[in-house]
């Protein structure tokens, strides 16, 4: 074992080329995942607490709720929708980054929004009364607040991202960990050790590990920074 972790350290410091592309796959599609279900959720998210109407409260439950969805579940459903025979198999997604995408966006959109409307709701409700006086309308306000609570978006999106990072369930589905095409950090750990090659798996296991670390680190930060200015 201390032998494998000596060849994984060696493997990180000596810049391994499978590693490293591994790696830039792996941070390429959770960053475009969370970058797209950034720029859809968090105008939801802050709609979510701006605006009153209907069925509200529940809209919020369920996101709340679907932050713990099940991965494979994700990936049934995008590899159901983007097969050959699937309503999208025309676009040729499947065992492809882009499909992946849409199976980490999915994921992610449910944090963003949650973490979004619970991070705008509390400048709504302390200026959202001197916003409406001046006479902005409730959709003009929406830019202001997300402007307001940059603090918390930037948590939701790390929470989001720390989620893609780390998924594997969904992305070994519909993106099939082809090496060089749909290999990622954390599907390459699961064939890597089931092969029995421990450095590579342990240089990913480490390298996924310093950004899940570092990604909680900055997220709890940033919490408590916005909890206490």
């Given at each position: 074992?201390?032998?494998?972790?000596?060849?994984?350290?060696?493997?990180?410091?000596?810049?391994?080329?499978?590693l490293?592309?591994?790696?830039?796959l792996?941070?390429?599609?959770?960053?475009?995942?969370?970058?797209?279900?950034?720029?859809?959720?968090?105008p939801?998210?802050?709609?979510?607490?701006?605006?009153?109407?209907?069925?509200?409260?529940?809209?919020?439950?369920?996101?709340?709720?679907?932050?713990?969805?099940?991965?494979?579940?994700?990936?049934?459903?995008?590899?159901?929708?983007?097969?050959?025979?699937?309503?999208?198999?025309?676009?040729?997604?499947?065992?492809?980054?882009?499909?992946?995408?849409?199976?980490q966006?999915?994921?992610?959109?449910?944090?963003?929004?949650?973490?979004?409307?619970?991070?705008?709701?509390?400048?709504?409700?302390?200026?959202?009364?001197?916003?409406?006086?001046?006479?902005?309308?409730?959709?003009?306000?929406?830019?202001?607040?997300?402007?307001?609570?940059?603090?918390?978006?930037?948590?939701?999106?790390?929470?989001?991202?720390?989620?893609?990072i780390?998924?594997?369930?969904?992305?070994?589905?519909?993106?099939?960990?082809?090496a060089?095409?749909?290999?990622?950090?954390?599907?390459?750990?699961?064939?890597?050790?089931?092969?029995?090659?421990?450095?590579?798996?342990?240089?990913?296991?480490?390298?996924?590990?310093?950004?899940?670390?570092?990604?909680?680190?900055?997220?709890?930060?940033?919490?408590?920074?916005?909890?206490?200015?």
């Amino acid at each position: 074992m201390a032998h494998a972790a000596g060849i994984a350290l060696g493997l990180i410091f000596g810049l391994d080329a499978d590693l490293l592309r591994i790696v830039r796959l792996s941070l390429s599609v959770s960053l475009s995942a969370v970058f797209l279900a950034s720029a859809l959720g968090m105008p939801l998210g802050a709609a979510l607490a701006v605006y009153s109407f209907r069925c509200r409260g529940t809209l919020i439950i369920v996101f709340n709720a679907l932050m713990g969805l099940p991965p494979v579940v994700v990936g049934l459903a995008v590899y159901l929708l983007l097969s050959h025979s699937g309503p999208l198999g025309a676009l040729g997604l499947l065992f492809t980054p882009g499909a992946m995408v849409t199976a980490q966006a999915i994921l992610v959109a449910p944090i963003v929004i949650a973490l979004t409307q619970r991070a705008v709701s509390d400048p709504w409700n302390a200026y959202g009364d001197a916003l409406l006086v001046d006479g902005a309308s409730r959709l003009r306000a929406i830019p202001v607040l997300l402007a307001m609570s940059g603090a918390g978006l930037l948590t939701a999106f790390l929470a989001g991202f720390g989620r893609a990072i780390a998924e594997v369930g969904a992305i070994i589905i519909v993106g099939g960990n082809i090496a060089g095409v749909t290999r990622t950090m954390t599907t390459a750990i699961v064939l890597e050790t089931s092969k029995g090659d421990l450095p590579l798996a342990l240089g990913l296991g480490m390298i996924l590990i310093a950004l899940s670390i570092a990604v909680s680190a900055c997220a709890f930060y940033l919490a408590r920074r916005g909890a206490h200015p």
